[in-house]
C-alpha cells in the first residue's frame, strides 16, 4: 500500500470508475474487496484511518449472537454463524475460538441456558465451534477463578469466535488493493457531481495531506459511510429522511488479573436486560458494552457518566475482587448505524440486519448489520 500511487491513480483516472465506495470501514472495505476480486474498477475514500469508525471500536467477537437467538431471530443467526466459520477458515491469524462462562446463580439458569446454547452451536452446521457443556460449581470456578462464589450453582460453557477487528480491516483493505482496488485515507468526500438527468454520477473529495480537491467520476457511488450516512445522503439531498437512529456503546479495559484463566464471562441478562461480556484481550480484560441512543455520530464519541458506572456495576457483581473506576486502564466508545424502526428510544430492540437503500438521486448506501455478516 503506498498512499502517494494511490493518489495519482485518483488524480490521472480520466474515465468513471465502476465504483466510488464512501467509507472505510468493514462495509465499504467489504465491499471494495468483493468488488474488486470481480474485476470492478473500484475506488473507496475514506475521511480518516481505515476503520477509524465503529469497525475498530467493536466488542471484537466474530458471533452469531446469542441475543438474537433469544429474540428469535434465526435467520441472522444461521447466517452469522455461517460468516464467523468462514472467516476461521480465512482469517485464521485474526480468528479464534475463545471459550465463555455463563455463571449460574438460579436453579434454572442450567437447564434454560444449556438448552439454549445446545441449538446455538446446531445452527452452526458444519461451522461448529466446539460444543457447550454444563458445568459444576468447581468446573466453573476453574474456568473463572475470580467469580463471586456466594450463591454460584455452576455455569454453561460455549464457544464463540474473537477477532482483531482493525488488524482485519487493514488485511482486507491490502487484499482489496492486491485486487486492484484504489483506496485512499484522509480523503473525505464532500459534494457529488450530478449528470443532466440529476443522478449521481461523482464525488468531490479533499485530499487532507494537501488540500487539494479530488474529483472522481462513477457509474454508481455506494454509500458506506457508517453511522455517518445519513450526512453523506444529506450531501446529495439535504432533506432526506434519517435511515438509521445511532447508538453508542462502551467498553472499559482492566489489566488481565481480572480473567486469568482465559475463558469469558458471558451475563445474558443485565439489570437493564442486555447482555454484557468480559473478555480477555491482548493480555488485558475488556468488559462492555452498552446501548446508548445518541442524536449525532462524531468521530471520536465519548463515555456517559452512566455508562461508566454501568458497566462498573454490572462486573462487579460477578467479580469476587473489588472492580473500581481507579482500575479502569482506558475506555473506548463505538457508534453503531441501527436501521431505524418507529420507536429509537429502545435501541437494543432494533435490527441488527444490514439495509441496502438507493435514494432517488440514485446514491446507494449500505449500512446496519453487524462486523460477523
Ligand atoms: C460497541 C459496539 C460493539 C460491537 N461489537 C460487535 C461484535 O463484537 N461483533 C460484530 O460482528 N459486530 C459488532 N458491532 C457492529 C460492527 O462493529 C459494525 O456493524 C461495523 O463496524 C460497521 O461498519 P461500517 O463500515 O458500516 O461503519 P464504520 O466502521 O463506522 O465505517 C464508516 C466509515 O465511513 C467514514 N466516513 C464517514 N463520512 C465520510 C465521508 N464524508 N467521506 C469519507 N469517509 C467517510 C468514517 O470515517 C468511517 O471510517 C459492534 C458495534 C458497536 C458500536
Keep these: 500500500m503506498n498512499r502517494g500511487e494511490m493518489l495519482s491513480r485518483v488524480l490521472s483516472e480520466r474515465e468513471p470508475w465502476d465504483m466510488v465506495i464512501v467509507g472505510g470501514g468493514a462495509t465499504g ?8 476480486a470481480r474485476g470492478y474498477d473500484v475506488l473507496l475514500l475514506e475521511q480518516a484511518d481505515f476503520g477509524k469508525g465503529t469497525s475498530s471500536r467493536s466488542t471484537k467477537l466474530v458471533h452469531g449472537g446469542v441475543r438474537y437467538l433469544e429474540q ?32 449460574n446463580y438460579e436453579w434454572w439458569e442450567a437447564p434454560f441456558y444449556g438448552v439454549g446454547l445446545k441449538v446455538y452451536n ?28 456466594e450463591g454460584l450453582r455452576g455455569g454453561v460453557v460455549y464457544y464463540d469466535g474473537q ?16 485486487q486492484g482496488a484504489a483506496l485512499l485515507n484522509y480523503a473525505p468526500v464532500t459534494a457529488f457531481t450530478r449528470d443532466a438527468e440529476g443522478f449521481v454520477d461523482g464525488v468531490v473529495a479533499r485530499d487532507l495531506e494537501s488540500g487539494q480537491e479530488l474529483r472522481a467520476g462513477a457509474k454508481v457511488v455506494i454509500n458506506a459511510a457508517g453511522p ?9 439531498q439535504p432533506d432526506a429522511t ?6 453508542q456503546g462502551i467498553h472499559l479495559v482492566f489489566d488481565g488479573s481480572f480473567l486469568p484463566a482465559g475463558a469469558a464471562i458471558m451475563v445474558p441478562h443485565t439489570s437493564d436486560g442486555r447482555v454484557m461480556f468480559a473478555i480477555p484481550w491482548h493480555g488485558h480484560t475488556m468488559v462492555g458494552t452498552t446501548d446508548t441512543p445518541i442524536e449525532e455520530a462524531s468521530l471520536e464519541p465519548l463515555p456517559l457518566e452512566e455508562e461508566i458506572e454501568f458497566v462498573l456495576e454490572t462486573a462487579g457483581r460477578y467479580l469476587r475482587k473489588p472492580i473500581t473506576r481507579a482500575d479502569v486502564l482506558s475506555v473506548f466508545v463505538g457508534v453503531r448505524p441501527l436501521v431505524r424502526s418507529g420507536d429509537t428510544r429502545n435501541s437494543s430492540a432494533l435490527s441488527r440486519d444490514h439495509t441496502i437503500h438507493i435514494d432517488a438521486s440514485g446514491l446507494l448506501t449500505i449500512t446496519g448489520g453487524k462486523w460477523t455478516t
Excluded at 455517518?228 to 446529495?236: G, K, N, Q, T, Y
Excluded at 434519517?242 to 447508538?247: G, R
Design 29 to 36: 472495505v467489504g465491499v471494495a474487496l468483493d468488488a474488486a
Design 163 to 178: 477477532f482483531d477487528d482493525a488488524r482485519l480491516l487493514i488485511n482486507m483493505v491490502a487484499t482489496a488493493a492486491e
Design 72 to 103: 428469535g431471530n434465526i435467520s441472522l443467526v444461521m447466517e452469522a454463524l455461517k460468516e464467523r466459520g468462514l472467516l476461521r477458515q480465512n482469517a485464521p491469524h485474526l480468528v479464534s475460538d475463545l471459550a465463555f462462562v455463563v455463571p
Design 228 to 236: 455517518f450516512c445519513d450526512a453523506v445522503r444529506r450531501l446529495a
Design 122 to 149: 446446531l445452527l452452526a452446521g458444519r461451522y461448529g465451534f466446539g460444543g457447550s457443556e454444563i458445568l459444576s460449581r468447581e468446573e466453573t470456578l476453574e474456568r473463572l477463578p475470580t467469580i463471586k462464589t
Design 242 to 247: 434519517p435511515l438509521i437512529a445511532p447508538s
